[in-house]
Every structure is written in C-alpha cells, then in structure tokens.
C-alpha cells in the first residue's frame, strides 16, 4: 500500500491537498467530498477510507477548499454551500487523476457526505465518463437540483433511521433520478452517525457497493 501527500492543480490558480492511498493491486480510486465545515482530514471520511483501503480499493481524501478560503467560509459560512464550486474541484481531481501515469486507467467513484454528497452528484452528472459510482452518507442529494436527472452511473443513498428530514429529502432526489439508486437506511442513526456500530455499518455497506459496481480488487 503506497499512501502519498499530494497537491492537486484545479485550473490556474487553485491548488487543493490531497491524501492518496492506493493498496496493491488496486483498480479503483474513491474520491472522498466532506461536508460543510469539515476537511480531508475528517475522522468519520477517514474511517470509512480505511475500510475501503482494507477492500482494495483506492481513496483520495481532499480538501476542497484552499487555506484561505477555509478562513473566509468559516466567517461567512457561503462557500461550503457553493455545490458547483465544490463538484468542479471534484472534476479537477479525477482529470489529474487521470493524468497521473500510476493512476490514468483506474475506474473512480465518489463518496459524498452531508453537502458533499450533492457535489459528488454534479460531478458525476457533469462527467459521466469519469465516475463509475457514487455514495452519499447524510447527504444533500437535493442540492444537486436539475442534475439528478443527468447522474449516470450506479448511486447508493445512505441515511441514519432518525435523520427524517434528510430520509425525506433522499427520497425526493431519488424520484428525479433515471440511473439505478438505492436508499439504504441504517437504524438507530442520526445524521452524523455518531452511535455504536452506526458509522461501522456505513463503511461496510460502501464497502460492498464499490466493490460490486467498480470491478474484482486487489483482496
């Protein structure tokens, strides 16, 4: 397993951190989309990253949002909400990607979580050649509005039991979409799935997702 810092160009003047790791034998790479207020180093992404790492499949934890724009949203609180913002600097990772002589032929997915779920499905939306699959964890599916209907590829929406209003909002999102959806709803959870075995469950059901739809991996 080669676990590598990296800084990612997104156009001419952006340049976002990255963590990647990709296992022996990978032919995947997930691409992880925090939610509002949080960054690449987020323990709950980081987690589920592991597991996928455990599976064989490939993760880039990113930030997507420089330094000082960090520093100007945590006053104004705008910029985690810019869903086209944030799902052009997913597309800008997956082309350098793509780019990148070790990683140019691996297959690519997207796990969202809270507002980075509805990044990752405009993303996918925008570059259907690009993502093979897309997860949601409490996400905001809704926020990705008119492009629900332009996602491509395979997409499972996981939701906590006890998280009515974003169940609601998953539903709606999924009535919008034309490609194959799944809602997976885990019991007993709330949205930042803070309760024994909650988180574990999510990483799990991700896990076999990705599996599944992107291919044999490494293990």
Not at 32 to 55: C, D, W
Not at 81 to 92: C, N, P, T, Y
Not at 100 to 109: E, H, I, S, Y
Request: some cysteine; glycine content about 10%; aromatic content about 6%.
């Amino acid at each position: 397993m080669t676990e590598t810092e990296i800084r990612i160009p997104i156009g001419p003047r952006t340049t976002l951190d990255g963590s990647l790791i990709i296992p022996h034998g990978a032919n995947s790479i997930v691409i992880f989309a925090h939610g509002s207020g949080s960054s690449r180093h987020s323990p709950r992404n980081k987690y589920v990253a592991k597991e996928l790492q455990s599976a064989g499949l490939g993760t880039l934890l990113m930030d997507l949002l420089t330094p000082g724009e960090e520093t100007i949203d945590l006053r104004t609180r705008h910029l985690r909400f810019d869903i086209g913002l944030l799902a052009e600097r997913l597309v800008g990772a997956a082309d350098w990607l793509k780019k990148q002589p070790n990683t140019a032929r691996m297959k690519l997915g997207l796990f969202g979580a809270s507002t980075g779920g509805g990044a990752a499905l405009v993303a996918a939306a925008e570059k259907p050649d690009f993502f093979q699959a897309v997860v949601s964890r409490g996400g905001r599916p809704d926020l990705a509005g008119n492009y629900l209907p332009e996602v491509k590829c395979p997409t499972l929406l996981i939701v906590g039991g006890n998280d009515h209003a974003v169940i609601g909002m998953n539903k709606e999102a999924m009535d919008k979409m034309k490609s194959e959806v799944r809602l997976e709803i885990v019991p007993g959870a709330t949205h930042l799935f803070e309760e024994p075995g909650t988180l574990e469950k999510v990483a799990e059901i991700a896990r076999d997702f990705f599996s599944r739809v992107m291919g044999p991996t490494a293990h």
